[in-house]
């Protein structure tokens, strides 16, 4: 866990600055395995699931979460931005039995809702670092125990405080780009 944990970072205005969400006392943190198509571990995402190109979201298949997941979440920011994380995209209240996303998801057909991300929309918001800059980007899927209070259009801090006592497990993918 503890490459997980140096990816979350107190942040700055329009960037995540909430505690990172922690798992229901006496529950230890399981593992997810996370894995995308499109890109392996460390790899460069391609440009269409960028600012670059058509700005959709990569597919995604994740391992099966622990007994007693109620909901799954998916956290996608960049660490490397000025000021800490960039959020661009949350998605919560995924059906526990979901395992994959396809490419370039319908937030209408997501079978959950959405947050929005540090560009103030809702939905899925492709890498876009400075120019000339290389930026790593976690996609992190998280089990949870129930499912999340907060709304459809809830911020960065609504869902991790949400979900905070909640995670049973987790995972992230971590995908690089630069223009």
Not at 8 to 32: E, I
Not at 83 to 97: Q, R
Not at 113 to 119: L, P, W
């Amino acid at each position: 866990m503890g490459v997980l944990a140096g990816l979350w970072v107190l942040a700055c205005s329009g960037c995540r600055s909430s505690a990172r969400p922690s798992p229901p006392p006496g529950v230890v943190l399981a593992s997810l395995s996370v894995t995308s198509k499109a890109f392996a571990p460390n790899g460069a995402i391609p440009v269409d699931c960028t600012c670059d190109g058509a700005d959709h979201s990569p597919p995604l298949t994740w391992s099966a979460p622990p007994a007693g997941t109620r909901a799954l979440a998916i956290v996608v920011d960049d660490p490397d931005a000025i000021g800490g994380d960039f959020t661009h995209w949350l998605a919560f209240n995924l059906a526990p039995g979901t395992s994959s996303l396809p490419e370039g998801v319908d937030s209408a057909t997501l079978g959950g809702d959405e947050g929005t991300n540090s560009f103030g929309r809702v939905g899925y918001a492709g890498p876009c670092p400075p120019r000339r800059e290389m930026h790593r980007y976690a996609f992190h899927v998280f089990a949870l125990d129930a499912p999340l209070a907060s709304r459809p259009g809830a911020t960065r801090d609504q869902v991790d405080e949400a979900m905070s006592q909640h995670v049973l497990a987790e995972g992230a993918l971590v995908g690089t780009f630069a223009h």
